[in-house]
């Protein structure tokens, strides 16, 4: 393998295929990073056997040249040196090389590295996945939806597939739905052109996180294809495999209350704001836990007390309170992810009583969804 | 105690005094700020014993009012909720009020904070520094000293005197040493008006980097007086007290070479750059040393080598080798720290053989001095 390639399109290329890369792995080969050159270009590919991730540099695109391979190949470098390295290297271009017993110059400018290479032979295949289902999502929207509901997985093992978020695809339309069993996001979207197909899987919350972290803010398609065990995101240059967690996803529908007893309509950034201030001395003791009470004139007071530090009460003007008088305490915590998840200046709160979870909205839109469930203090 | 202040005056002393502030205090009322209100103004205190920072906020400054005090008084809060509570604070002013039993009221728009206090009588007093010996330091200047010297103390307790900054003056010259005792790093500056003083002291180095942290980077005047266990440091509206580390500090001035025998002028930064690289393989095994040889055409080798990873090999033009052939081994970490602080453009480079200490200066320059000890690995 010998080629010359653009410093900056290389080093994006690691950039992204290290989001796979774990140091934590039990497979030596994994610690490194794949690289493969023939005449259409250079591919890199990380993997962590749970998320692997395939970038392609072209060898030209838009009349520009990336690479020039002078003889195809592939080698395996150690992630951790061959990511540093390129980083600092001093000239736009590089030029790499495996020598015998896979050995590899790495040389750009007056700087020459000679890295231990691994046999790319060893390095495990990825996924065959085909084609036959496929749906398109533009990569803006992709991400919206995983930062509205990734956030709300569970972070213990307790029940494995809480810790992913659920995708069910029907009709056209796609519901993403994600719950720690203490709080639930959920977030729907028509997809267009995927009237005939029909999923329901679960895609682990960490696989969501790093995807989200490599794809562009722009409107282009990202292709999604699923088979039995994995699910495979196809975006410009760039393949992203996960796989699937087993088991059936929770019925979490019974959990959405279908009424409401008290619902109170307010600013979002001022209702956050007064959480986040309540929550400071909450942090301390129970759990991070603050109180919300309905009072006259539309008003809220939110309010926290550990008793060792001391307490906290605030008044906020709401837009209209209707229904029921309320006393309810939450996790401050759960209530400021809810409401950064939301995007909206106003947001409609439906609670039905102190006990039952309740509902964080934006006014006229179900697309999106948040719920808490309260915790006990009065 | 009770008055009116501006957030933005009362977030900004709050941030310089906790500067002092350690969670780890053996002194349970250390966790806390002191808060004293008189007709002048509002005083903040923030001290682990070693560090004492002293923040006065005027009532009254360039006819703007900064503080309205109603009732005079001094309070203990926590640090930790106390600083957190006042960034977060909803309205521009902030209204704070002593109660019974040390109970206190922080208030800004509909928030209401009641934090429990401490008996401000409790807090110890500030070392009583006379104003006999003082000399007077522009604040930028004393944030370069401090930068060019303090990184090269040593983190170490083995030998607590080298954890601080030799600070001498003498016939209006200060001389800044600080040496871990694998290199060391000197500045001198003169002071003006500090002819009749004499000291030789010892600031310990953490000490001096929180310093910096707060001084602003303008020539205004900092004083700076000492006693025999104190030095204070006194800015505009900031009092900063650190003790002194007792022993005698070594003498170095034995360490610096005075003749050499091979002189290297370079470039700094693509030096810098090349040593940086070299380092990426050296910092597994043995201790992120590289290599350094002079070759014909005025061109140094700098290399490194790591049996399990690889190796690296870069040639830098120098503006000028003279003097004898040299193959050398050094901390690429010591190396880096000198070049940066060095602030020059170009450098010199003076060695007088593998085995013994070398210089790194600024050319026509003699109030920074930067040393190294080699390693000895040919």
Redo the contacts between chains.
């Keep these: 393998m010998k080629f010359v390639i653009q410093k900056d399109k290389l080093a994006q290329s690691v950039q992204d295929v290290m989001k796979a890369v774990s140091s934590r792995t039990t497979i030596p080969i994994l610690t490194g990073i794949k690289i493969s050159a023939n005449s259409e270009g250079v591919t890199l590919t990380g993997s962590d056997s749970d998320i692997s991730i395939e970038s392609f540099i072209p060898a030209e695109e838009k009349g520009k040249i990336n690479v020039e391979v002078e003889t195809a190949g592939s080698i395996v470098l150690?992630a951790r040196?061959f990511s540093?390295?390129v980083k600092?290297?001093?000239k736009d271009t590089v030029e790499m090389e495996v020598q015998n017993h896979f050995?590899?110059i790495i040389r750009s400018g007056?700087?020459?590295?000679?890295?231990?290479g691994l046999d790319a032979e060893e390095y495990p295949h990825l996924p065959n996945v085909e084609e036959d289902h496929v749906f398109r999502i533009p990569a803006d929207l992709l991400k919206t939806l995983i930062r509205q509901t990734g956030f709300a997985v569970s972070t213990s093992e307790t029940r494995p597939i809480l810790t992913g978020v659920n995708w069910r695809l029907e009709n056209g339309e796609l519901t993403c739905i994600a719950t720690d069993s203490h709080r639930l996001a959920l977030r729907k979207t028509s997809i267009d052109g995927a009237n005939e197909g029909k999923y329901n899987v679960v895609i682990p919350g960490k696989s969501l996180s790093e995807l989200s972290k490599i794809l562009d803010d722009t409107n282009d398609l990202t292709e999604i294809l699923f088979t039995d065990n994995q699910v495979l995101f196809k975006a410009k240059n760039i393949l992203f495999f996960s796989r699937l967690l087993d088991g059936n996803y929770p019925d979490t529908s019974r959990l959405i209350p279908d009424e409401s007893k008290t619902d109170v309509l307010v600013q979002a950034k001022e209702f956050l704001?007064?959480i986040?201030?309540a929550s400071?001395?909450a942090k301390e003791g129970r759990n991070n836990v603050v109180k919300l009470s309905t009072m006259d004139g539309g008003m809220l007071e939110i309010s926290s007390n550990s008793p060792?530090?001391?307490?906290?009460?605030?008044?906020?003007q709401t837009e209209e309170i209707s229904g029921e008088e309320l006393k309810i305490s939450f996790s401050a915590k759960y209530m400021m992810d809810a409401l950064k998840a939301l995007d909206s200046s106003e947001i409609k709160v439906s609670f039905t009583g102190a006990m039952r979870p309740f509902l964080i909205r934006t006014p006229e839109d179900d697309s999106i969804l948040q719920l808490i469930l309260p915790v006990r203090t009065y």
Excluded at 110 to 116: Q, R
């Design positions: 150690q040196f540093e390295i600092k290297l001093p050995s590899t007056k700087a020459e590295f000679n890295l231990i704001q007064s986040d201030r400071l001395l060792e530090i001391g307490k906290v009460i605030e008044e906020v």
